[in-house]
């Protein structure tokens, strides 16, 4: 199996820009996707993929990707992007199996 | 559009067995893979097993392989996940998920989840 590893938390002033990054080997060879998370709230998918987001989910939010790190940017960050995100893809054996980074809290200040 | 609710959820003391169900409706369910994801209190997010659309394919998660067995019936639209020999460490909150496997590009994802139901193991 394999590990992906998020900062626990970050902050961002309402507005600005936020990286949120996800290391791990598995992302040598797969896209991670994105998940956001709000309190008491199932997980809601932001990115997959190279760059895709799902309908619905503001332009405001990219993904990008270098050697074992994958990255979350929230441009122009708002008051209710505050949440846990975190980032997942499959495990580098290669088989169906995944794995989730310990998540990232983002506080939008 | 697309819904997925989970049940079975409950109370269960160790060494015990529950059965969670997640009904799916707005969307072809024979057509794709599911899978289920937990979330401990206050904790982050662990994938825990998936199945193929025909059923033909499954995996686990180590820290449930032998314990867990996940299947569907697609004549009902439906998943389960059968848990037995529950450890306290198995208190979640069990989510099912809808999952899009890209075997070439490397870009899967689960794009639909339910609200999840809630699992407490304990004496």
């Known amino acids: 199996s394999s590990e992906l590893t998020q900062d626990p938390a970050v902050s961002v002033a309402l507005g600005q820009t936020v990286r949120i990054t996800c290391q791990g080997d598995s992302l040598r060879s797969y896209y991670a996707s994105w998940y956001q998370q709000k309190p008491g709230q199932a997980p809601v998918l932001v990115i997959y993929g190279k760059n895709n987001r799902p309908s619905g989910i503001p332009d405001r939010f990219s993904g990008s990707s270098s050697g074992n790190t994958a990255s979350l940017t929230i441009t122009g960050a708002q008051a209710e992007d505050e949440a846990d995100y975190y980032c997942?893809?499959?495990?580098?054996?290669?088989?169906?199996?995944?794995?989730f980074g310990g998540g990232t809290k983002l506080t939008v200040l | 559009q697309v819904q997925l609710v989970e049940s079975g959820g409950g109370l269960v003391k160790p060494g015990g067995s529950l059965r969670l169900s997640c009904a799916a409706s707005?969307?072809?369910?024979?057509?794709?893979?599911m899978s289920w994801i937990r979330q401990a209190p206050g904790k982050g997010l662990e994938w825990v097993s998936y199945?193929?659309?025909?059923?033909?394919?499954?995996n686990y998660a180590d820290s449930v392989k032998g314990r867990f067995t996940i299947s569907r019936d697609n004549a009902k639209n439906s998943l389960y996940l059968q848990m037995n020999s529950l450890r306290a460490e198995d208190t979640a909150v069990y989510y099912c998920?809808?999952?899009?496997?890209?075997?070439?590009?490397?870009?899967?994802?689960?794009?639909?989840w339910g609200q999840g139901t809630l699992v407490t193991v304990s004496s």
């Open positions: 707005g969307f072809t369910f024979s057509d794709y893979y």
């Open positions: 997942n893809s499959r495990d580098s054996s290669g088989n169906l199996h995944w794995v």
């Open positions: 998920a809808r999952v899009i496997v890209v075997v070439v590009a490397g870009s899967d994802h689960f794009d639909y």
């Open positions: 199945i193929s659309s025909s059923s033909s394919y499954t």
